[in-house]
């Protein structure tokens, strides 16, 4: 049995990842409709004007402004209505001088005419149809939401590396743009390895647990906008291992759980040889992690535990996923807390302690690196340094709430 | 034309709408590599001790606790190893007194051990093979993960109601469980109105606009782990808006856009009548918003303008939708700025601004109603009093951001 050696730091075994993985640049080509959450391949240009034509913004008559001057409620201006203009309508109505034409809200304004006076700035002409008061002047464009205000032609929209958002959708479905040209999903293989781990839904026979962390990672993986591919398990065995691994590096990257610490069947470390850039990283839980880059693809070793596993999925895995997808960097919510209970640890290593909130008071849910528990009932963690060994009861703490 | 009367302010309008939406509360099963996401629609009870067995923790040597009983680097203490016991093996290994067995993580302890002794804390024994010095005494049950420790048979692990999120999804793994009852996704029916609005990917007649909230309501109901059914475009035509209505309340909730303004042609009001339960909100944008209960379902009738239309799709809609699915309230996350530049407004109704940010300073982004580039192109906005006109330069101010 080998002790794992030459640990390094949680800020090291970023840096190292982060350094190692690839931005994918591949493109693909979606319906509009399943663009939401994905990134843009491309700049987005218009190629039409937003709106493409000089349009009423309200409900009332299109007017020629100056024809308004000086009407007012107490003074009102009597205009004949040559017709109605209707959205969707193209129309061909003409309004000369004291003339006015009917207008609905996203009507084209009729060609001589330049405002539009809101309904509500106007009364009826007593036994006179065909006629309307208008009871306030307006302005030259007033209530007439000009072509190309919106998006101009030719304008650059969206930007390529965009995620897109409801509005940012918004922005697409204006220009008439039915399919979309968004970054390939980074492909991640995952595999859990180890004699004792069995499949959901089999029978559990004693001595065997089930695979957990083909779950959580999957999740994760997906949550940062990449796509798991999964292997199932592996039994520790050397040859299944190489196998697996040589169908798993199909992928843009490889993330193995289990056989990274430092046990006989530990087999990991062996097959990616000198590959490996770290092994063993500084921090509890979560030490028997090992990174390689093999035949050119980062394989990511993550402890067996679930609780490890995870947790090291969230710190290491996550932001170099979101690197790989071009997805914005997550955001870091951090709270203040008191302790509501102090928490025996061990020195030596950076502890990440799992912990649930309650009134504004921070309770350790931390068990073992192995309960899954640990992890499940928490909202977020607190970060002790290597040569602490206690946090007290009523210590302020701060506490990293999980964005999964 | 009839102008809008009777509206009400922004919070008694989501109050009648929250009041009148329902939870859905009808389930589905799905497998468990799907059910991220999702809301637990049973509590999900143990049927197993997670582990199922008591479990060595470490790499070491199982060992009877009172055996190693002052052992000390200083004064070591030599066992005899009688095998060794592989993860995922039940093995039949006895020790007896002063005896161990080697031993890996995961694997199970042998019966008569209650401890075990990681292997840094053990040394060779010159020249003898089969045996091993233990440099260390450990307490009972040290390094070994009980039975249950983790989840305890018939425990409550999760309960109903639990939004599922990779950790969650771990405990669900725990326990083997290969589908789960979830809380079916409340269908939303979306019908975007309006002679002028035309599909997207087809050729733009002059007067026309192509149908952007058919997209965005359908991003944000998606995000709000509701299911959009779309409806296409209908006329404004009153027996075409009925007969469509009618296939839509086949949803647990309709959002209708366009068609509720004050305008001649607006038939929504007319066809829902009586159980209109306002017509009105006293903001800007998004005045001329509609909500019924029609036949016994909700009936949202949003501006068809896209930044009123989304806009209060993100302040009314949304909250609706998150009871419906049972998903936690969204998060409110506000900062603090100071207003960049000096904003013109009107008086009467509350604004809601959107703004982009820079350096701490606020920039509106706000263009009209009608742009949707007002929001795509916002992080958040900024609330303005009813009775206020203008903002100041300088001014400090609440940036509500965007939580899409």
């Not at 020629?64 to 107490?74: E, F, K, L, M, N």
């Given at each position: 049995m080998r002790p794992l050696k030459s640990m390094i730091s949680a800020d090291e075994a970023l840096d190292i990842i982060m350094s190692n993985v690839r931005t994918i640049e591949e493109s693909e080509s979606v319906a509009t409709e399943s663009a939401d959450g994905r990134i843009l391949a491309m700049d987005v240009r218009a190629s039409?004007?937003?709106?493409p034509f000089n349009r009423s913004a309200m409900d009332g008559y299109a007017v020629?402004?100056?024809?308004?001057?000086?009407?007012?409620?107490?003074r009102p201006k009597k205009f004949r209505i040559t017709g109605k203009v209707f959205a969707g309508e193209k129309g061909s109505i003409e309004v000369n001088e004291n003339e006015c034409a009917e207008i609905a809200t996203g009507a084209p304004v009729p060609e001589g005419c330049d405002a539009v006076v809101m309904v509500e700035d106007t009364g009826p002409v007593e036994g006179e149809k065909g006629t309307v008061m208008i009871l306030r002047s307006v302005g030259s464009f007033e209530n007439v939401s000009l072509a190309g205000e919106d998006i101009k032609k030719g304008e650059t929209v969206l930007k390529r590396g965009t995620l897109l958002d409801p509005p940012r959708m918004g922005a697409i479905a204006a220009l008439g743009v039915h399919s979309v040209s968004v970054l390939k999903k980074p492909k991640i293989g995952i595999v859990s390895t180890g004699n004792e781990v069995v499949p959901l839904g089999r029978e559990l026979e004693e001595s065997r647990i089930y695979d957990i962390n083909s779950y959580t990672l999957s999740a994760l993986v997906k949550r940062n906008l990449c796509e798991p591919v999964t292997y199932g398990i592996v039994e520790d065995d050397e040859a299944a291992l190489r196998a697996v691994l040589e169908k798993a590096l199909d992928n843009d990257l490889v993330v193995l759980s289990?056989?990274?610490?430092?046990?006989?069947?530990?087999m990991l470390a062996d097959i990616l040889g000198k590959d490996?850039?770290?092994?063993?990283?500084?921090?509890?839980?979560?030490?028997?992690t090992l990174f390689a880059v093999y035949r050119g693809k980062p394989v990511l070793c993550l402890p067996g535990f679930p609780t490890s596993c995870l947790m090291n999925g969230y710190l290491f895995l996550a932001p170099a996923l979101r690197k790989m997808a071009s997805a914005p960097e997550r955001e870091r919510k951090i709270v203040k807390a008191k302790m509501g209970q102090g928490v025996k640890l061990s020195k030596g290593r950076v502890k990440n302690v799992t912990v649930r909130l309650e009134n504004g008071y921070a309770y350790s849910v931390y068990k073992e690196s192995s309960t899954i528990t640990s992890l499940a009932r928490a909202v977020g963690f607190i970060t002790v340094d290597a040569d602490r060994d206690t946090v007290e009861k009523g210590e302020e703490v701060d506490v990293e709430l999980f964005s999964w």
């Open positions: 039409y004007n937003v709106p020629r402004s100056s024809d308004t001057s000086g009407a007012h409620a107490d289990g056989g990274s610490s430092a046990g006989e069947r530990d490996v850039l770290f092994h063993g990283i500084r921090i509890k839980p979560g030490k028997p």
